[in-house]
């Protein structure tokens, strides 16, 4: 038999369908309303309400007219493509594709992170949109079409006032931005401190955890000292008296130095014994003084000429050092020391004054070397005539050694070298001696002890600064304009002087123009920087006015320009207070008329030119009339 046709099939007891344990194969169309078990269709179309199935194949294609629900299973193993024309929507659990990817012509849409161990692909029509950010280790392509990525390197900071399109950027040491501003040069009112009349000296120190100036004087008449306290107005630079304390009745020779790392000042002198005495004590905000009820002996056998001791404080070593003249015996001792306790007990304690340099005398102010954590020095020799004078460059060591290098003959013009000063360059890495001879001539000279080296090389012989009358050269350093700066006394113009300078990294000063700060003969003075303020501090004895010690506040001209400062140029124009974007080395900035293929420096007016300015800070290299490459 060939063929059935029945309207109907049923089991043998008509209750259910029937059973074909060898399988059935059917050419035409099977009609069902329920489909059960386990089938190969080879070909033709299956109709069913529903197909219940353990297991299926298909190898032609299936079509769903209603809805597929696939539930208790795990995957769906596909060799080929699935095609999903109407989106493909997953509520849970994720799509993972660990293959070839996803190849997407039209637009990815994502409400959730998308994550891929291979490469997100699209053609130049593809778009990936609806994510907050992309985290990418690979970036390919040019990135010509992105928005808000810089093709050319970029930094961003907040601008601190106001800068135009391709200004020079500059960073401050708060973290902002700023161009290239300029100042001219500014005097304050001089202010006099008329406790007594005929005094003799001075010397200064900075607080700059306050802003204050501390100084102290001595009197010719009364012999006794006192100590001033002092603040500046950045504005006008004129300073406020805040405070004077009586030091001692009957002293000589008066110093002080203030300790940075524990704010605490000392003071020493010379008693009316002949015994070098110190103190110590702190200042408060509003300047008043909380001296020691006690004095600590540094030595017992000091007395002679006055200005003989020399004081300064060490941070890298959190010690105080100074060097004096023990006449008894004709040499120059030093001692270092250091603060205890607490106000108003503080106490001193200084190790035991060793020789400095035997047959000698006249020891110069010393200074800091912030660079290289060292200390230069300088004191006459008298074992030889008429007396040569010797630059020293040294450490304080563990136990309270001034450890020093080799002996520096200072001038060789008659060895003939008073009131020797000096301070050090850090942005050249440079010593700067200044000192007086009998003939009234002022002199200097440059010389350097690069690095952890205590020998000092001279980069000058001694040139002259003032040849009329020049005496009591006395020097401190600005650190915002990176300039040395000497002020002096001319005894023949009865004049007080005040000069800046740039050190060159050849050891030659460009000086700017000589300033008078006081119209009578200024001696016994010393400056000192007041790094809060930015401003140059001079105190001195007014010779015409009863010798009454004056003070009086400068800034320096210049801008705020350095070697070390600046990043690059300005996309755009920038307010005061918004976050600024700054082309940087490999960006290029957009200048008029250059020559191509040349070097370009930043000039203190905030232009480029050929040519360094001081200091030496190149902007780039021209690659065409109008841009640069930066490099900084």
């Not at 386990?38 to 294609?61: L, R, Y």
């Not at 080799?406 to 000063?421: E, F, G, Q």
Request: aromatic letters at 8%.
């Amino acid at each position: 038999m060939s063929q059935i046709q029945v309207d109907n099939i049923y089991n043998k007891e008509a209750t259910g369908s029937p059973n074909f344990p060898l399988g059935a194969n059917v050419t035409g169309v099977i009609t069902a309303t329920t489909f059960k078990g386990g089938a190969e269709i080879t070909s033709g179309t299956i109709s069913a309400t529903s197909v219940t199935a353990a297991s299926g194949t298909f190898n032609g294609p299936v079509t769903i007219g209603g809805t597929l629900t696939y539930e208790d299973v795990t995957n769906i193993d596909s060799v080929g493509v699935i095609t999903a024309r109407n989106g493909l929507k997953v509520t849970a659990g994720g799509v993972n594709i660990a293959g070839g990817g996803i190849n997407a012509v039209g637009v990815v849409t994502a409400t959730n992170d998308i994550k891929a161990n291979g490469n997100i692909v699209g053609d130049n029509s593809t778009n990936i949109s609806g994510v907050s950010s992309v985290t990418a280790t690979n970036f390919y392509g040019n990135g010509a079409s992105l928005s808000g990525i810089e093709a050319a390197p970029t930094i961003t900071g907040i601008s601190s006032g106001t800068m135009s399109a391709e200004d020079p950027v500059l960073v401050k040491e708060d973290g902002t931005l700023t161009k290239i501003v300029g100042v001219s040069s500014q005097f304050g009112a001089a202010i006099q401190n008329t406790y007594e009349a005929n005094e003799i000296s001075t010397m200064s120190a900075y607080d700059p955890d306050n802003g204050f100036v501390l100084f102290t004087t001595r009197s010719n008449s009364s012999y006794g000292s006192r100590l001033y306290v002092s603040s500046i107005n950045t504005s006008t630079s004129v300073m406020t008296q805040l405070s004077e304390t009586n030091i001692d009745t009957v002293d000589m020779d008066p110093n002080i130095a203030y300790d940075t790392s524990n704010n605490i000042f000392v003071y020493t002198y010379r008693d009316g014994y002949g015994d070098l005495q110190a103190r110590a004590g702190s200042v408060d905000s509003n300047g008043a003084v909380t001296l020691s009820s006690s004095t600590q002996e540094i030595s017992a056998d000091i007395s002679g000429a006055l200005n003989q001791s020399r004081l300064i404080y060490d941070p890298t070593s959190n010690k105080f050092l100074i060097i004096f003249t023990v006449d008894s015996n004709s040499a120059v001792r030093a001692a270092t020391g250091v603060v205890g306790g607490t106000a108003p007990n503080y106490t001193t304690t200084w190790t035991s004054g060793y020789i400095y340099g035997a047959s000698a005398s006249e020891p110069a102010q010393p200074c800091l070397d912030t660079l290289n954590n060292k200390i230069f020095s300088a004191y006459r020799n008298h074992a030889t005539s008429p007396g040569s004078v010797y630059a020293q460059c040294g450490t304080i060591t563990a136990d309270g050694t001034y450890s020093r290098g080799s002996n520096a003959l200072l001038t060789t013009a008659n060895n003939d070298a008073y009131n020797v000063a000096c301070v050090h360059d850090p942005s050249v890495d440079k010593v700067f001696y200044v000192w007086n001879k009998n003939d009234g001539t002022l002199e200097y000279r440059v010389g350097s002890a690069s690095g952890s080296s205590t020998t000092i090389t001279w980069d000058t012989t001694p040139v002259t600064l003032d040849n009329s009358g020049g005496e009591y050269g006395r020097c401190c350093y600005d650190t915002e304009r990176e300039k040395i700066v000497v002020m002096w006394s001319d005894f023949n113009s009865s004049r007080g002087y005040i000069k800046s300078g740039k050190i060159g990294s050849d050891g030659v000063v460009t000086w700017d123009s000589l300033l008078e700060f006081n119209a009578n003969r200024s001696f016994g003075g010393s400056p000192v920087y007041a790094s809060n303020q930015k401003r140059v501090v001079m105190t001195y004895i007014n010779g015409a006015a009863n010798n009454y010690p004056n003070q009086r506040a400068w800034r320096v001209a210049g801008n705020n320009l350095k070697a070390t400062n600046f990043i690059g140029f300005s996309k755009e124009a920038y307010t005061d207070g918004q976050t600024a974007t700054v082309k940087i080395v490999g960006n290029v900035t957009n200048k008029s008329g250059l020559t191509p293929a040349k070097k370009y420096y930043l000039q203190g007016d905030g232009t480029v030119a050929s040519t360094p300015d001081s200091p030496s800070v190149e902007a780039g290299t021209s690659i065409s009339s109008t841009q640069i490459v930066i490099k900084g």
